[in-house]
């Protein structure tokens, strides 16, 4: 069964130091993996996905995440916090359950807090 | 293009009360996802159509909950009978399905239920 572990609940970073958000997987496939940033009252928008391409991904506003099977982490990372930036980020997995249409599966949620 | 809207955005209901929740995901995207969000969690897989066939309902709590995608694109997610446990936010997601297991999901805004 696929599942993530976000090992914070709570990151707070000062604006323009870098963000480190860690999540690690189980999977008994090659995981299909996803960052998705959830604002208040807002939906929820990907930043990211790895799909067994690249071991590192680029994605908006600055975030990339590197895929590292010998340690089943993704780790979300950016070089500089911005203030925009708060906001709590799922790290999720695909179930790969064809009959389930590829449901997904989320993390509990990592509250990322910039401090001016 | 338009993304996915749900309706309502806030719905608050006394115990006992029918609830319907309603999804319009994106014009053309096959795949249609619910996932019921409680206070502080991660989203949590209910149900998933693929066009007006639903063929996964494992995530629905009791059978006081039901959904229905009648034409393949509007779904609607029915609550009987609302109790305090149901409070949370619901939210819908539609993918393209062209790669069940790398597809993007688009999430809406969610629709925030009470239930006192």
């Known amino acids: 069964a696929q599942s993530v572990t976000q090992l914070d609940s709570h990151v707070s970073v000062s604006e323009g130091t870098p963000v480190l958000l860690r999540c690690n997987y189980s999977s008994s496939y090659s995981p299909s993996l996803f960052w998705y940033v959830q604002h208040p009252n807002k939906g929820l928008q990907l930043l990211l996905k790895?799909?067994?391409?690249?071991?590192l991904v680029k994605g908006i506003n600055g975030f990339e995440a590197e895929f590292k099977k010998s340690e089943t982490s993704f780790h979300l990372t950016k070089p500089s916090a911005h203030m925009s930036d708060a906001a709590e980020y799922f790290c999720v997995v695909n179930s790969r359950i064809y009959n389930q249409g590829g449901k997904l599966i989320f993390g509990q949620g990592t509250e990322l807090s910039v401090k001016p | 293009g338009a993304g996915v809207s749900q309706s309502p955005r806030y719905k608050v209901a006394k115990r006992g009360q029918d609830v319907a929740l309603r999804c319009d995901p994106i014009?053309?995207?096959?795949?249609l996802f619910w996932y019921q969000q409680a206070l502080g969690q991660g989203p949590e897989f209910l149900t998933y159509?693929?066009?007006?066939?639903?063929?996964?309902k494992s995530g629905l709590p009791s059978d006081r909950f039901f959904a229905e995608r009648p034409e393949g694109s509007v779904s609607t997610l029915k609550i009987q009978r609302t109790q305090q446990e149901d409070s949370a936010v619901y939210l819908c997601?539609?993918?393209?399905?062209?790669?069940?297991?790398?597809?993007?999901?688009?999430f809406g805004p969610g629709t925030r239920l009470t239930v006192l």
């Open positions: 159509f693929q066009n007006e066939a639903q063929l996964d």
């Open positions: 014009s053309g995207h096959v795949s």
């Open positions: 997601a539609s993918s393209s399905k062209r790669e069940v297991f790398t597809d993007t999901q688009y």
């Open positions: 790895y799909t067994s391409a690249a071991t």
